[in-house]
């Protein structure tokens, strides 16, 4: 195939999942049960296409070329999405932790709790194989790529063990969306049941009820008789020179491109386990550097958050329409023993840890805390940040804020982390797997225990 062909699947391929994301943001709007489960369009869009695709009733005409590009577009696009994480990062300052200690707990809860699933995962697959199942080595890494990283780390799963060639890595992409997909469903579910609860214990200090969420964030998206919808982002700089988005994307990709040539080098000198390393890493190293770089410069003016924001928003979308629609459907089923266990007891140890933990631990307002880690450690961020508003609707205290930044520390911690367990996992087996991810679980709880008691 030339390279002029393959541009023409790879635009068919994004032809195909636009029509699923405009029809999902279709369903989203009407569709009530949606609209309670808050799921967003990319995940309907997704599932649309899945069952209507030709891993499921083949209802309508998709090339297999089409479906080669939707099986590996999350891999690839995972690259600038995680790259951006320490792009707009400001300098350290203006937060003392030693005064924060719902931070702390915050952070330790996040990201202790997000290695402990990734023991439980590991430990179901070691029981299974024990109990004469067929499964692969990775197996049980599913549960905290789709847990805590969602549908879009769904996708860097695959895309770090494809680059270790590892045979199953589609299976394995498909089996952290099945995980992705029970706990974004899951999170909203479980959180209003526990909410609900809470509120007739007592535990809440402001919300005895869900009334606070707006209209628009239930349909999803603004309606025309809205006084003020939100920027996208501040224009930097003036389109008879370069594009905002131009600027920032050139970035992104210039991080994500020398990501690939440093990975391929690492990898030609076989340097242990830096060889094993996936490129989204790299990616992310890069930019940080790419970042002291512009801030020594004086430029770091010229990026928005924002802006990257929406930039890595509107590349998740097609990451998680593209993920959803290629699950192997009969692949992934072979192993529904093992995820059914896998999912059931890593939701119940998620809402222990989070509930107890945070019950003991957080200083103020205890529970509208617990619902932001909760919701992350089993959705994404937004379903924490959901919850949180639910309990909290008129941010009366400081919940959504410490979750914020919490939330910001654990994901610049656990990223590079959960590159490393899956590059252990797969050179050293299950049983290492299971040794390391509890070792950083137990050191990410130590502060708390130490520093944080009422």
Known sequence: ????????????????????LFIGAFLRAKIRLFQKLYLP??????????????????????????????????????????????????????????????????????????????????????????????????????????????HGMAGSLGSALKDLNAPYWEVAQGVASTSATVGLIGAIVVGVVMLNMAVRKGYTSVMKGGEGISEDFRLGYYRP??????????????????ETLSLHMALLLAASGGAYIIGNWVSSLNIGILSAMSTWFYAMILMAVFWMIIQA????????????????????????VAAIMSIPIDLVLTYWIPMLIMFTVGMAITICVCYFIGKKYFREYWFEKVLGPFGSNTGVYVSGMLLTKMADPELRTPALKDYALGYTLASFVNTPLMALMV????????????????????????????????
């Not at 195939?1 to 699923?20: C, G, N």
């Not at 008789?225 to 370069?242: A, F, M, Y």
């Not at 004086?298 to 097609?318: C, Q, R």
């Not at 509890?438 to 990410?444: A, D, K, T």
């Open 297 to 320: 410069f004086k430029i770091d003016f010229l990026f928005d958050e924002e802006v990257k924001n929406k930039i890595t928003g509107f590349l998740s979308d097609y990451i998680i």
């Open 225 to 242: 008789v809205d006084e003020k919808r939100p920027s996208l982002g501040v224009q930097t700089t003036i389109s008879n020179s370069i």
């Open 423 to 454: 590059s252990v996992t797969f050179m050293q087996g299950p049983l290492m797997g299971v040794f390391v991810a509890l070792v950083i679980s137990v050191i990410c709880f130590i502060p708390i225990v130490l520093f944080c008691r009422r």
């Open 1 to 20: 195939m030339s390279i002029s062909d393959t541009l023409v699947v790879i635009i068919k391929a994004f032809a195909v999942f636009s029509v699923l």
């Open 41 to 150: 369009a990319c995940v309907i869009g997704g599932f649309l296409g899945l069952i209507v695709g030709p891993n499921v009733l083949n209802l309508i005409p998709v090339s297999g070329d089409v479906m080669e590009v939707a099986s590996s577009l999350p891999g690839v696009l995972i690259v600038p999405v995680l790259a951006a994480v320490p792009m707009c990062m400001q300098r350290s300052g203006g937060i003392d932790l030693r005064k924060q200690r719902d931070i702390i707990t915050m952070f330790s809860i996040l990201t202790g709790g997000c290695f402990l699933q990734f023991v439980i995962g590991l430990l179901v697959n070691l029981g299974y194989s024990a109990a004469g199942g067929e499964s692969y080595s990775t197996f049980g890494l599913e549960l905290a790529f789709g847990f805590c990283g969602g």
